[in-house]
């Protein structure tokens, strides 16, 4: 084990480039996982980290100490850190004093879509992002592609938010969605205001690749202009519509009851 205190140790500095910095991320093809049950759910359904960071506080957890044994196990480097020095890289209030450095996927999207999958058209916020994840993951969904415009799945805050769901499902990242959507195998549908037909009135029991817009903006219009589908989600008249978690959680739930009641 090692131990770190001074600012100036070049692990310290890389993992506070990781914490800050997206295109440092993507240059190193590592990120962080802050927190107990991300460290634990990746040794789980992905395996050994880079680096495990823990501090004197995170001992006193039986759970931290058993993933910390497990990341020895593995011949983990595992690296003791000060708490000042820890917060001044965590972004948890009141976490535990636990944090993995993983090495960071990068699929090449396949060419077409012939399953059930998510379209993801510039989602600025992480937490959203995170979330309809999450969602994917529960509903089953296994394909996940976003635009060049979306945040970063990889992020510290993303993976925080999605609570492990990146460990299983395919992230397809900086996607050029009008290629997919132009040679779908399945129907592509996207939610709007405007569309007539209820998606509790369309059949959505068969694979659907499901296209979802940035908070505010929406799909751009020249997704929408393609061969979109384009389904409502009823709500009360006169009250904001649901942001666009909200919005995938509801589709893809009402995708998972019509194919259970086949």
């Not at 093809?29 to 789980?44: A, F, N, P, W």
Request: aromatic letters at 6%; a negative charge; proline letters at 3%.
């Amino acid at each position: 084990m090692k131990d770190i205190s001074s600012s100036h140790n070049e692990t310290y500095k890389h993992l506070k480039k990781l914490m800050s910095a997206s295109k440092y991320r993507r240059q190193n093809r590592q990120t962080v996982l802050e927190g107990i049950h991300l460290c634990q759910s990746y040794l789980e359904q992905v395996g050994a980290p880079v680096r495990c960071f823990y501090t004197d506080h995170a001992k006193e957890s039986q759970e931290a100490l058993e993933v910390i044994e497990k990341c020895t196990d593995r011949s983990v480097e595992v690296i003791l850190i000060s708490e000042s020095k820890f917060r001044e890289v965590s972004t948890l209030v009141n976490g535990i004093g636990l944090l993995f450095v993983i090495r960071q996927p990068s699929l090449e999207a396949p060419g077409l879509i012939d399953g059930s999958a998510l379209l993801l058209d510039g989602v600025q916020d992480p937490g959203n992002l995170g979330s309809i994840m999450r969602t994917a993951a529960t509903a089953g969904i296994g394909e996940v592609y976003l635009s060049n415009d979306t945040v970063a799945a990889w992020s510290p805050k993303v993976l925080r938010a999605g609570m492990g769901a990146q460990f299983v499902l395919n992230i397809y990242e900086n996607v050029n969605l009008q290629g997919l959507v132009a040679e779908s195998q399945v129907p592509v549908l996207a939610t709007s205001l405007e569309a007539s037909e209820s998606i509790y009135d369309k059949d959505l029991s068969g694979p659907i690749a499901w296209l979802f817009g940035g908070e505010g903006r929406g799909v751009s219009d020249d997704l929408l202009a393609m061969k979109v589908e384009q389904v409502i989600i009823p709500q009360q008249p006169n009250v904001e519509s649901l942001n666009v978690a909200a919005s995938a959680a509801v589709c893809l739930f009402e995708q998972v009851r019509q194919a259970r009641s086949i």
